[in-house]
């Protein structure tokens, strides 16, 4: 079967969300060191190699929200599909303290040739999917690990990322609904900053002026398909009343 470097599920779904996961799996193509970076098979199950239960949640979202969702098939640390082209992270040498061996000293002939094969194909994949929708929102899916590089603990279970400039910003609505829940301690531009300049969300929302959201759940709740599920089912009713408290649905309908 021919490798390809992402996945579209339910593509035919009707819905205006597209549900994005940019660092769906831990894969490494065959052809980089015949599918192995140089690490203990135990460090690629680690948040370093892939977004932990951030797939999972996804596909059950994109089921109760009549969403396709796009993944990608490659590990970040193979190439970062979410950062800019031109980003000095884009191919990550060492990463929460964790040298990526078949990446120490990669030269500019192999960076090209990953962008090329896996970067490239989902960028084009993703912005052909948004273009083929009228004024489709963008969900981004992420994860985030209990604690980096040894500092303490985090304390948020979910987190909602957003760009100060965006002028259709969905983020502060969502952020309000899950704050009405009284079991979570929720990040508003937590752990990470909402925005990096030519990351997915600028590529294919901000500068097209679409409608977006990026959500990250701590990894230790999604490690299994039960909480996985159970994060999908408590999310889709959160973005669907923050969607309607935004107003966006009545401006489409004197559109």
Sequence with gaps: MT???YHIYGEDRPGRWIITVDHARNTVPLEINQGDLGLDPTDMERHIAYDIGALGVSLRLGELMNAPVI????SRLVIDPNRGAND???IMRLYDGTLIPANAEIDDREELRRKEAY???YHRALAQLADSREDPILLAMHSFSPRLNGKAPRPWEVAVLHA????RDLGPHVISRLRQESDLTVGD???YHGHLPGDSVD?????NDRMNVLIEVRQDL???SAGQHAWAERLAPALTDALTKSGYEKRLEHH
């Design 3 to 5: 490798y390809k470097p």
């Design 71 to 74: 993944a990608s098939n490659f």
């Design 88 to 90: 000095p992270t884009l």
């Design 119 to 121: 970067y490239d194909p």
């Design 164 to 167: 100060a400039h965006d002028r």
């Design 189 to 191: 531009n937590e752990p």
């Design 203 to 207: 590529r294919h929302a901000l500068r």
């Design 222 to 224: 999604i490690a299994d």
